[in-house]
């Protein structure tokens, strides 16, 4: 699959100083320091492509954008690497009940994710890669689980088997009960006959009337969804042999940490005896109007929608901002026309023939993203510094804070 063109992020001054990045692992719960390094391997979960892209979907790759930035600007180079799940249950159904084919399903809500990345100024992944193309990895990891012993058949599905060597349940800390419940929810099959463990999780899912299938050493049929992100993963971030952990970042919604990144992390740890991610990475839900934005409660916002009707991407960018990524939060039309009220004061401040001192609004900036994230307190300094300069103080440097906004948070204004 084809990632999306390049985003220009420009260099900042060799005066700014970016300080170490604190990030908030769900494993430990803690904010714990991102090593600095020359190099990070970031991979974030990405869609399943049969409906378009809402909010959630942006406020997700909108915080591992604003992670890529700041490493970037640490001088690192980060690798990173995303899926379209473009082979899965909700797709087939959805095509089925639409009366279109998958592939063309697929296809379309791709480029629609695409041209939404774009307007939103995301920093494209190094590899964007499709599961039906990954389908000869995902064998090839199905088939080294299977020489571990790890894996089993129900009827002519596969099983992969979770094991006390395998760690499972140390990320997302849940009872079993609480899993068995979430998984059912999620698209698993707890009380499925058959199961050695209630929470296993299929891999390879043999072809049914009507579905397409690929052959494999297993029969025909296509992957299941945890292991198409493990095998991914290995493949396309090269783990360095001498590092603990396989990659720097794991990332997604927080809806993935159980079951989807507790069966990655199981996964891989099987595969390599090593913990999948330094860091677990996950952003909150987004609600609409005081409810949960879902499909089944079709309210959810588009992005599409939202630029069709001129509201301008970078308006939602700052939107996003005004709360925490970690926080389960509330889209409403009041947040959007509070961001685009104040980029439009923004752009206004950084057209005056002065404006207030720079540096120090620069380095307040850097200090709350490497705060893990704190995005409320960059929207605080910048609003302040706004206010400052629209009454006239002066002493800053425009054009180096431009250079920052569009660097550090993809304001390119
Ligand atoms: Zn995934």
């Known amino acids: 699959m084809n990632s999306w063109d390049k985003v220009g992020v420009p260099a900042l001054g060799t005066e700014v100083v970016v300080a170490p990045l604190y990030l908030t692992n769900s494993q430990s719960g803690l904010k714990e320091l991102v090593p600095t390094k020359s190099m990070y391997r970031m991979y974030v979960c990405g869609i399943t492509p049969y409906d378009a892209t809402h909010l959630g979907h942006a406020a997700t790759y909108l915080t591992f954008d604003l992670i890529n930035r700041y490493l970037r600007a640490q001088g690192a180079r980060v690798d990173y690497v ?40 995301v920093i494209p992944p190094l590899h964007y890669i499709g599961a039906v193309e990954a389908i000869p990895l995902v064998v090839k990891a199905v088939e080294d689980l299977d020489r571990r012993g790890s894996i089993y058949p129900i009827g002519s599905d596969y099983y992969f088997s979770n094991s006390v060597e395998s760690g499972f349940g140390s990320l997302s800390h849940l009872s079993k009960s609480a899993m068995e419940l979430i998984f059912a929810e999620r698209g698993g099959d707890p009380t499925l006959p058959g199961k050695i463990n209630s929470l296993d999780s299929l891999v390879w899912m043999s072809q049914r009337e009507g579905e397409p299938g690929w052959p494999s050493s297993f029969g025909v049929g296509r992957p299941g969804w945890h292991i198409e992100c493990t095998a991914i993963a290995l493949e396309y971030l090269h783990p360095d042999s001498h590092e603990d952990h396989l990659i720097d970042i794991q990332g997604g919604g927080s809806d ?158």
Not at 93 to 107: I, Q, S, Y
Not at 301 to 306: F, K, P, Q
Not at 344 to 351: D, E, I, P, S, V
Request: proline letters at 2%; hydrophobic letters at 45%.
């Open 82 to 121: 995303q899926n379209i799940t473009d082979i899965d249950d909700p797709l087939l159904e959805r095509a089925k009940r639409d009366g279109v084919d998958w592939a063309d399903l697929a296809h379309s809500q791709v480029s629609l994710f695409i041209s939404d990345m774009v307007n939103l100024r």
């Open 256 to 413: 993935l940490i159980f079951p989807h990144h507790e069966m990655c992390r199981s996964q891989a740890r099987i595969l390599t005896g090593k913990e999948l991610a330094a860091n677990y990475v996950h952003a909150g839900m987004i609600g609409f109007d005081g409810e949960k934005m879902s499909k089944s409660k079709g309210n959810l916002v588009l992005i599409s929608t939202l630029v069709a009707n001129g509201v301008d991407p970078l308006a939602i960018r700052y939107a996003l901002m005004a709360h925490h990524y970690r926080s389960d939060r509330m889209w409403n039309q009041d947040l959007l026309e509070r961001a685009q009220a104040s980029l439009l004061r923004l752009r206004t401040a950084l057209t005056m023939n002065t404006v207030h001192e720079s540096a120090t609004v620069m380095q307040s900036i850097i200090q709350a993203l490497a705060n893990d994230l704190d995005t409320p307190a960059v929207i605080a300094a910048i609003e302040a510094w706004v206010a400052e300069t629209l009454k006239g103080s002066s002493g800053g440097d425009a054009a180096a804070l431009r250079v920052g906004l569009d660097a550090l948070l993809g304001l390119k204004i």
